[in-house]
């Protein structure tokens, strides 16, 4: 397990923890996955509503995946002042090794008014990223 990564925008927190998933990971044919864990805090006075997400997944040769798509895991969560909401989801990538950025696509219900929560950047890393590929 990776240490956590948090990043605050307009009093919503989000914290990432990712695993590397040796399990459903195949390092001989160039496959490996991760699971990662967020937790999105309200700590403003709004009630937020997460509405849509974008990633940028980048592998450790520098490849970017835009990922974009509504809610999270099915669901778009909405969050009175104080209410946490966590999933767990995963990606795949063909390199040992690589790092997630993106941003959430809030609105504030009562006004109508949207903004980007930033995901924090974090790492993909495996005990396999010193291995050399043929």
């Not at 914290?15 to 805090?41: C, H, M, N």
């Not at 946490?84 to 219900?109: A, I, K, N, Q, R």
Request: net charge negative; charged share 20%; glycine share 12%.
């Amino acid at each position: 397990m990776s240490n956590g990564y948090s990043k605050t925008t307009r009093g919503v927190r989000v914290s990432v923890k990712s695993f590397y998933l040796e399990d459903q990971s195949q390092p001989d044919e160039g496959r490996f996955v991760w699971a990662y864990r967020v937790t999105i805090e309200n700590q403003g006075n709004q009630t937020v509503q997460l509405l849509r997400r974008t990633w940028r997944i980048t592998n450790g040769q520098g490849r970017v995946q835009h990922v974009h798509g509504e809610g999270v895991v099915g669901e778009q969560p909405t969050l009175e002042p104080g209410e946490s909401f966590e999933y767990t989801s995963g990606t795949p990538l063909d390199t040992p090794t690589g790092f997630m950025v993106g941003d959430y696509h809030m609105v504030l219900p009562a006004s109508g008014e949207t903004f980007d929560v930033g995901i924090p950047t974090f790492s993909l890393d495996s005990p396999h990223q010193n291995a050399r590929l043929h």
